[in-house]
């Protein structure tokens, strides 16, 4: 088991090691495998590269994130600047569904509200916001629709889960409770557990993943 002060070094050398990132202010501290960030990210997009590389790190149980973003110079964009650009982004994301959601701009910070039929569509919507310019936070208020049968949706997981070579399909359950879905047991790492709750939002008709599993110590 890899101690909390292990467990930092590896955060602070992933963050340093991820060209995305300036490292320079940022803070980090380990309480029992919990990792907190502090302190100040450049923009909403290295805020969120900052989160997935600890989330890489071997040892990590968990991550709060209060990173700030630094204010924008004199020239930062207006909020209706910053809405035609998530619009835009929406746009070249998914041409094809762009017009189900809408982006609502408030002091840098984006509410993006809609239905769509799909998980992956949501997080798609939300990945568009990390390159938007002056954009100081993202609230993904997007619902997911349910476009299947109910009872389809817990073999459709197991069967994903099975399929994986990264999920130990043996010590992760599922339970299926109309839309929502929830998860227990084991996994061996932040990224085996990630990939447990990505692979039961991309299930057609999952509304909500209810994640209770827990990363070994």
Same mark, same amino acid.
């Not at 973003?69 to 910053?82: C, F, H, M, R």
């Not at 017009?99 to 509410?111: A, C, E, H, L, T």
């Not at 990224?191 to 110590?217: C, I």
């Given at each position: 088991m ?16 991820n060209? +995305? ?12 495998? *919990? ?13 969120? =590269? ?6 890489? /790190? $071997? ?12 204010? $924008? ?9 910053? $809405? ?24 840098? =910070?984006?509410v993006?509200?809609?239905?769509v039929e799909? =998980?992956?569509?949501?997080?798609? !919507? ?18 997911? =629709?349910?476009a ?11 069967? !994903?889960f099975?399929?994986?070579? /990264?999920i130990? $399909?043996?010590? /992760? ?24 709750? +990505?692979? *039961?939002?991309s *299930?057609?008709? /999952? ?11």
């Amino acid at each position: 088991m890899k101690s909390d002060a292990d467990v930092k070094h590896d955060v602070d050398a992933e963050l340093k090691w991820n060209p +995305q990132i300036d490292a320079t202010d940022i803070a980090t501290k380990v309480t029992n495998g *919990a990792v907190a960030l502090s302190g100040y990210a450049r923009n909403y997009y290295e805020r969120h =590269q900052a989160e997935l590389s600890v989330k890489r /790190v $071997a040892g990590v149980t968990a991550v709060a994130n209060d990173l700030l973003v630094k204010s $924008a110079n004199p020239d930062k964009l207006t909020d209706p600047e910053i $809405a035609r650009e998530a619009l835009s982004a929406l746009k070249m994301e998914l041409p094809a569904s762009w017009d189900k959601i809408r982006p609502m701009v408030r002091d840098g =910070q984006v509410v993006l509200e809609g239905v769509v039929e799909w =998980q992956y569509l949501r997080d798609r !919507a939300e990945g568009a916001m990390h390159r938007v310019r002056g954009l100081r936070g993202v609230r993904n208020s997007i619902r997911v =629709q349910p476009a299947i049968a109910a009872g389809e949706i817990k073999s459709r997981i197991e069967a !994903a889960f099975r399929r994986s070579a /990264v999920i130990d $399909a043996d010590h /992760v359950k599922v339970e299926v409770h109309g839309s929502e879905v929830r998860l227990t047991g084991e996994v061996r790492s932040w990224a085996e557990r990630e990939q447990a709750k +990505q692979s *039961a939002w991309s *299930a057609p008709g /999952v509304a909500n993943v209810v994640d209770d599993l827990t990363v070994r110590a």
